[in-house]
């Protein structure tokens, strides 16, 4: 060392030292960032890039993955129809069967228009005699048995019975003007209208239709008494039966008369079938809730948007779920739809993969409602409406109603995306995001609770439409939050995230669920982006590697495998939505325009139409008001 050096202060070596060690430090850290990842294995997936790949985009492209889909219906339809046929579902894994819906082969009905929209004539044509024979008789039950070994009940589930087989019916007849299908529609309709005879007009649980004889509490859940509208407004439409048609109305209305101001317009969860009135503060729209929220819009867009009642209830509903059940997420700030429980509106930050249908509701919504979004009748909303409805008169609702869309159903795709077999868990809770900016981020771990409930201490967390608020105020620069790419994150070896701090999974199953791809499919036609298409045949990618068996399709538990360990139940949806939604995604054709046709909640596609006067006359409908 020379002598210079030794001169150099001490004070000027130690800063020198230190300014040293922090490049090195920076350096070292970019480097590593910049290498691959060696410790985890290559993900099955790859986060869909801001910009389409042109050869994707090619329409062969497309064309071929479409077939791809009609494959694999193909195969789990021939493997019902080989091995669990006539019965209802098909067991995959044993080639067994079970009849968990009246033992009238859901699996068939729930097909039908599934096989006229992909083509498939001879499947189709195969069916018509099996229906031909059919009378919707439980006696063939009578002596079954369940897996273990105990009686299958004699009655039909009302709710199941109307989405899966009269929805199947009524879509299979509209696409293929087949006379015998319209017919056992009719006869079904009749054979469930008992489920009817009840104080408020809402349906019990379930009807034996050998008797006549009802089953169930005075007790209904919201999703199983509030999703026939469609079904049998349409069939009264087609049959001009003024039977059917007053069995629909009257569940209108004694939903839009039910007082539900407390709870800012949105429908709870539990019912008294005699009242006809609400009996807790339950607000989801999840299990046991979903479909009844979808219905309300889609019902004033089947008779050609002149059922203002609906429109109300839907306005009421979406304007509560924006401001009350929409938060984000503490890390990548993703944007979730949750549940609460009081009227206080206590959130619970669990997210369920039913929830996922909302991103396409919502995208459904602005698509159609148009100038609409201002027919809101304010003086009729409660306190908790007015406050909800003053939250949002600074947005464009069109606007917000899509921001919400692709907020959530980008969060949809990323618990798929983010497994190791990409596949999604059936329900999450979240880690929500803090209230105010600047506090100290949450602990790790998800033990405990706060003061307000929730996980780890985070409460409440922050509403979206707060979030919105302080965006919009600071000049709502870059990303509305919760919007934009977002991507997914990798894991370890042993299947485990590296660093998990959105959510944590509470049931690791996939039931081959549709409700992701249902939006996906929606936010596609609607925004025309093609990253909805990417992501969906990641999805199918993932379900042909993880799902296939040797006779059809099999749920899946232990998601954060690959392979994933299979279920032995294959249901019906399956074939009735998820590759329906999925062909449609992928199929370069518009084969069912949103504008000229309405989807059940069993994916299922009625055609708009609009109420004749004669009709009008007969049935009693008032003429709108706009």
């Known amino acids: 060392m020379s002598s210079a050096t030794n001169m150099i202060p001490k004070r000027l070596s130690a800063r020198s030292l230190c300014f040293a060690a922090s490049v090195v430090l920076v350096v070292t850290t970019l480097y590593y960032l910049a290498l691959p990842d060696s410790y985890s294995p290559a993900p099955h997936w790859a986060p869909?890039?801001?910009?389409?790949?042109?050869?994707?985009?090619?329409?062969?492209?497309?064309?071929?993955?479409?077939?791809?889909?009609?494959?694999?219906?193909?195969?789990?339809?021939?493997?019902?129809?080989?091995?669990?046929?006539?019965?209802?579902?098909?067991?995959?894994?044993?080639?067994?069967?079970?009849?968990?819906?009246?033992?009238?082969?859901?699996?068939?009905?729930?097909?039908?228009?599934?096989?006229?929209?992909?083509?498939?004539?001879?499947?189709?044509e195969r069916a018509l005699p099996m229906i031909e024979q059919a009378n919707f008789s439980l006696l063939s039950l009578e002596k079954s048995k369940d897996r273990k070994g105990r009686p299958v009940p004699q009655h039909a589930p009302f709710f199941e019975t109307v989405i899966r087989y009269l929805g199947g019916l009524l879509s299979a007849y509209a696409l293929s003007h087949e006379p015998i299908l319209l017919q056992r529609a009719d006869d079904l309709g009749r054979l469930l209208a008992p489920a009817f005879n009840t104080t408020s007009g809402f349906p019990k649980y379930a009807v034996n239709t050998d008797t006549g004889g009802v089953t169930g509490s005075n007790t209904g859940i919201l999703a199983e008494i509030a999703s026939c509208q469609l079904e049998y407004t349409f069939l009264a439409q087609l049959t001009g039966s003024k039977e059917h048609f007053d069995k629909a109305d009257r569940v209108i209305q004694a939903l839009a008369q039910a007082d539900v101001t407390r709870r800012g317009g949105m429908f709870p969860m539990r019912w008294n079938l005699v009242a006809g009135q609400p009996m807790d503060d339950i607000l989801s729209?999840?299990?046991?809730?979903?479909?009844?929220?979808?219905?309300?819009?889609?019902?004033?867009?089947?008779?050609?948007?002149?059922?203002?009642?609906?429109?109300?209830?839907?306005?009421?509903?979406?304007?509560?779920?924006?401001?009350?059940?929409?938060?984000?997420?503490?890390?990548?700030?993703?944007?979730?739809?949750?549940?609460?429980?009081?009227?206080?509106?206590?959130?619970?930050?669990?997210?369920?993969?039913?929830?996922?249908?909302?991103?396409?509701?919502?995208?459904?919504?602005?698509?159609?409602?148009?100038?609409?979004?201002?027919?809101?009748?304010?003086?009729?909303?409660?306190?908790?409406?007015?406050?909800?409805?003053?939250?949002?008169?600074?947005?464009?609702?069109?606007?917000?109603?899509?921001?919400?869309?692709?907020?959530?159903?980008?969060?949809?795709?990323?618990?798929?995306?983010?497994?190791?077999?990409?596949?999604?868990?059936?329900?999450?809770?979240?880690?929500?995001?803090?209230?105010?900016?600047?506090?100290?981020?949450?602990?790790a771990g998800f033990a405990g609770g706060g003061a307000e409930g929730g996980p780890a201490g985070g409460g409440r967390g922050e509403l979206w439409i707060d979030a919105m608020k302080r965006w919009k105020d600071g000049g709502a620069e870059g990303a509305p939050p919760g919007v934009g790419m977002k991507y997914p994150k990798r894991y370890t070896m042993d299947g485990a995230l590296a660093k998990e701090t959105d959510y944590y999974t509470r049931r690791d199953e996939y039931f081959l669920r549709p409700e992701t791809v249902e939006s996906f499919y929606i936010m596609w036609r609607v925004t025309g982006n093609p990253i909805w298409r990417e992501r969906g045949w990641e999805i199918f990618e993932s379900i042909e590697r993880e799902t296939k068996t040797d006779s059809g399709y099999a749920s899946v538990k232990d998601l954060?495998?690959?392979?994933?360990?299979?279920?032995?139940?294959?249901?019906?949806?399956?074939?009735?939505?998820?590759?329906?939604?999925?062909?449609?995604?992928?199929?370069?054709d518009d084969l069912v325009p949103l504008d000229k046709w309405v989807f059940n909640t069993e994916a299922h596609p009625f055609p708009i139409f609009t109420w004749s006067d004669w009709e009008r006359r007969k049935f009693g409908i008032a003429k709108p008001s706009s």
């Not at 009905?109 to 189709?124: K, Q, R, W």
């Not at 954060?560 to 370069?588: C, G, I, R, V, W």
């Open 560 to 588: 954060y495998l690959s392979p994933a360990t299979q279920k032995d139940d294959m249901p019906s949806y399956f074939l009735a939505e998820t590759l329906k939604y999925l062909y449609l995604l992928f199929h370069e």
């Open 48 to 124: 869909a890039p801001p910009i389409q790949d042109e050869s994707s985009a090619l329409p062969d492209v497309w064309e071929d993955r479409a077939e791809q889909v009609k494959r694999a219906f193909l195969h789990a339809y021939r493997g019902w129809e080989t091995h669990a046929a006539p019965h209802d579902e098909l067991l995959p894994l044993t080639n067994r069967s079970s009849d968990k819906f009246n033992g009238w082969g859901v699996t068939m009905y729930d097909s039908l228009d599934t096989m006229i929209l992909m083509g498939l004539h001879d499947e189709f």
């Open 285 to 443: 729209v999840g299990a046991a809730a979903d479909s009844a929220h979808e219905y309300l819009l889609k019902q004033w867009l089947l008779t050609g948007q002149t059922d203002d009642a609906n429109l109300q209830m839907y306005l009421r509903t979406t304007n509560h779920i924006l401001t009350h059940l929409l938060y984000l997420s503490d890390d990548r700030e993703l944007l979730y739809v949750t549940d609460t429980s009081s009227t206080a509106f206590l959130p619970s930050h669990k997210m369920e993969h039913l929830s996922c249908f909302l991103p396409g509701l919502l995208a459904l919504g602005a698509h159609t409602l148009g100038d609409r979004f201002a027919a809101l009748d304010v003086p009729a909303l409660g306190t908790e409406g007015l406050r909800s409805h003053r939250a949002l008169e600074a947005h464009d609702l069109r606007s917000l109603h899509l921001w919400a869309a692709e907020g959530l159903a980008t969060t949809c795709y990323l618990m798929y995306a983010d497994q190791a077999s990409g596949l999604a868990p059936d329900e999450v809770t979240m880690r929500p995001r803090p209230k105010e900016l600047g506090v100290l981020r949450f602990a």
